[in-house]
């Protein structure tokens, strides 16, 4: 579903589609929008939807859905984003992340390499990554974590990561999804029906301060799965 932001933020003039093959979704968990193309991960199959973005009216054409082949194999995948010419996605049910190139040219998904991180990095339930300023941050449902690593600038890998298991008053409570904006993380809790805003260091990118917050009506969550701020 998509639709039109007015002057307050509000959505108007929305409308739902359902794809037709070759581009059919199966179980959608994430979008994502990049240079003009956009990319949809479907956790049923395995599998994205890449499709072209109007920059008239916004509307999706030419949509091509892809099941990428090892040693890139999806594995339930639950989230994608893009940074600096390279595709991340998180595999939920394989506790792990692949990484892909980005062609400049046609917006097309190559080169891609799943990774299976081990302790005491390692993956539980990952459903959720974004990247800011150099870092990853992946969200761990299982444990109620995130994990940190960092960025390389040259190859797009990530390494010297660490996990995280923040404590009250700023603890997840199955946690899905995160988002960042302006120095600042927020983290989404379906369990809770709750959202966690923590302080992102400008130094090493840590997250600090962090307190858990459930808001109520008229304003209350119901599952919140996912965040994002424009």
Same mark, same amino acid.
């Given at each position: 579903?998509?639709?039109?932001?007015?002057?307050? $933020?509000?959505? #108007? &003039? +929305?409308?739902?589609?359902?794809? !037709?093959?070759?581009? =059919? *979704?199966?179980?959608? %968990?994430? /979008? @994502?929008?990049?240079?003009?193309?956009?990319?949809?991960?479907?956790?049923?199959?395995?599998?994205?939807?890449?499709?072209?973005?109007?920059?008239?009216?916004?509307?999706?054409?030419?949509?091509?859905?892809?099941?990428?082949?090892?040693?890139?194999?999806?594995?339930?995948?639950?989230?994608?984003?893009?940074?600096?010419?390279?595709?991340?996605?998180?595999?939920?049910?394989?506790?792990?992340?692949?990484?892909?190139?980005?062609?400049?040219?046609? $917006?097309?998904? #190559? &080169? +891609?390499?799943?990774?299976?991180? !081990?302790?005491?990095? =390692? *993956?539980?339930?990952? %459903?959720? /990554? @974004?990247?800011?300023?150099?870092?990853?941050?992946?969200?761990?449902?299982?444990?109620?974590?995130?994990?940190?690593?960092?960025?390389?600038?040259?190859?797009?890998?990530?390494?010297?990561?660490?996990?995280?298991?923040?404590?009250?008053?700023?603890?997840?409570?199955?946690?899905?999804?995160?988002?960042?904006?302006?120095?600042?993380?927020?983290?989404?809790?379906?369990?809770?029906?709750?959202?966690?805003?923590?302080?992102?260091?400008?130094?090493? $990118?840590?997250? #600090? &301060? +962090?307190?858990?917050?459930?808001? !109520?009506?008229?304003? =209350?969550?119901?599952?919140?799965?996912? /965040? @994002?701020?424009?």
């Amino acid at each position: 579903m998509y639709g039109e932001s007015g002057t307050d $933020g509000t959505l #108007s &003039g +929305c409308n739902t589609v359902v794809p !037709a093959a070759p581009g =059919a *979704l199966n179980t959608p %968990t994430s /979008i @994502t929008i990049n240079n003009g193309y956009v990319y949809i991960a479907n956790g049923s199959d395995n599998s994205y939807t890449q499709c072209t973005v109007s920059g008239a009216d916004g509307t999706l054409s030419g949509c091509n859905t892809v099941v990428p082949a090892a040693p890139g194999a999806f594995h339930d995948p639950s989230s994608i984003t893009i940074n600096n010419g390279y595709a991340y996605i998180t595999n939920s049910g394989g506790n792990s992340y692949t990484q892909c190139t980005v062609s400049g040219a046609n $917006g097309t998904l #190559s &080169g +891609c390499n799943t990774v299976v991180p !081990a302790a005491p990095s =390692a *993956l539980n339930t990952p %459903t959720s /990554i @974004t990247i800011n300023n150099g870092y990853a941050y992946i969200i761990n449902y299982s444990d109620n974590s995130y994990m940190q690593c960092t960025v390389s600038g040259a190859n797009g890998t990530l390494s010297g990561c660490n996990t995280v298991i923040p404590a009250a008053p700023g603890a997840l409570n199955g946690p899905t999804s995160i988002t960042i904006n302006n120095g600042y993380a927020y983290i989404t809790n379906i369990d809770a029906n709750s959202y966690t805003q923590c302080t992102v260091s400008g130094t090493d $990118g840590t997250l #600090s &301060g +962090c307190n858990t917050v459930i808001p !109520a009506a008229p304003g =209350a969550f119901n599952g919140p799965a996912s /965040i @994002t701020i424009n």
